[in-house]
């Protein structure tokens, strides 16, 4: 059985930092690909980022610079490391494998603001 468990977000002001934790059970994140996705009430999810199974990382536009994904495979976790947050990355933040029918966290929020 998959699980994924967010952790990390809260309230951080403009130009803050975070680090959102998901810890993984029932996959190897060392073979597979993980994402981060961002929902905010009333749109959308949001794609944010991805690390492959062979650690490559890609990043949406609009986090591109400031968010860093990353992995350790000792600790079957994925991490987000969000710098010079803004308050348009409110949101709720997903860790996910195997995209939109895959497997998803509960979700941890995030909210940017004075």
């Known amino acids: 059985q998959v699980q994924l468990v967010e952790s990390g977000g809260g309230l951080v002001q403009p130009g803050g930092s975070l680090r959102l934790s998901c810890v993984v059970s029932g996959i190897a994140v060392s073979r597979n690909s993980m994402s981060w996705y961002r929902q905010d009430p009333g749109k959308q999810r949001e794609w944010v980022t991805q690390?492959?199974?062979?650690?490559?990382?890609e990043y949406a536009d609009s986090v591109k610079g400031r968010f860093t994904i990353s992995r350790d495979n000792a600790k079957n976790a994925v991490y987000l490391q969000m710098n010079n947050l803004k308050p348009e990355d409110t949101a709720v933040y997903y860790c996910?494998?195997?995209?939109?029918?895959?497997?998803w966290g509960q979700g941890t929020q995030v909210t940017v603001s004075s």
């Open positions: 690390i492959t199974y062979s650690g490559t990382t």
């Open positions: 996910n494998n195997g995209g939109h029918q895959g497997y």
